[in-house]
């Protein structure tokens, strides 16, 4: 399964040049992400654009796959590298920046999407947790009664990728999605959750 990461922004508000590449505990941004999703068994892609070429070149150094995105916007993006890639199975959509999910949370989501039966699964958590971990609020939704913000994961169709997908929002409680890391604040929460985990590898 691929899981496609979204790395073609210009991390504006964070203010640190190209933001996959930011260190968190010595190690780019991004590097956690592809981690996880390799030791989960994907096929990682990462969708750069003329924003983010030292994000590309990293890409290359490390033997990932890339490809080079019109920057545009992150759906135009997204659209543009699936159709080029021409998967048209189910694959895995992430932001670049929650640099705390690891294999156990994919695995989790990939199996929540099997078991709908649905196209498409979206992933969203308790807006209270993401108050506690970053004390901030994205775009929030009701969902089964329960406050919630989209965390930038999410399995897409790919031979559908241009269109509305029937979706399954699933609702995960867990602070390892609760970190997007847009600001000081925000880096300075993902450096102590990922010590406090001992997530870093040697």
Same mark, same amino acid.
């Given at each position: ?91 895995? !959509? ?6 705390? @999910?690891?294999?156990?949370?994919? =695995?989790?989501? &990939? +199996? /929540? ?57 699933? !609702? ?6 609760? @970190?997007?890391?847009?600001?000081? =604040?925000?880096? &300075? +929460? /993902? ?12």
């Amino acid at each position: 399964m691929y899981a496609l990461i979204m790395a073609g922004g210009a991390g504006s508000r964070l203010n640190r040049g190209e933001k996959p590449l930011v260190l968190i505990n010595n190690r780019p941004m991004l590097s956690y992400i592809t981690d996880a999703f390799s030791a989960a068994g994907c096929h990682v892609l990462v969708a750069t654009s003329q924003k983010t070429p030292m994000t590309r070149n990293w890409c290359r150094a490390q033997g990932i796959e890339s490809y080079m995105a019109g920057g545009i916007d992150y759906i135009q993006d997204m659209v543009e590298t699936v159709e080029a890639l021409g998967e048209e199975r189910s694959l895995f !959509v992430c932001v670049s920046d929650i640099p705390c @999910i690891d294999p156990e949370v994919i =695995a989790t989501v &990939r +199996a /929540a999407h099997a078991a709908s039966g649905r196209e498409a699964c979206s992933v969203w958590i308790p807006s209270e947790i993401v108050r506690s971990c970053r004390g901030s609020l994205n775009y929030r939704e009701t969902i089964d009664a329960v406050e919630a913000c989209p965390t930038g994961l999410n399995i897409l169709l790919g031979s559908r990728i241009a269109e509305s997908q029937d979706e399954f929002r699933l !609702v995960l409680a867990d602070p390892r999605l609760g @970190i997007n890391v847009n600001t000081e =604040a925000d880096l &300075r +929460a /993902a450096e102590h959750f990922l010590e406090s985990r001992a997530w870093i590898s040697p």
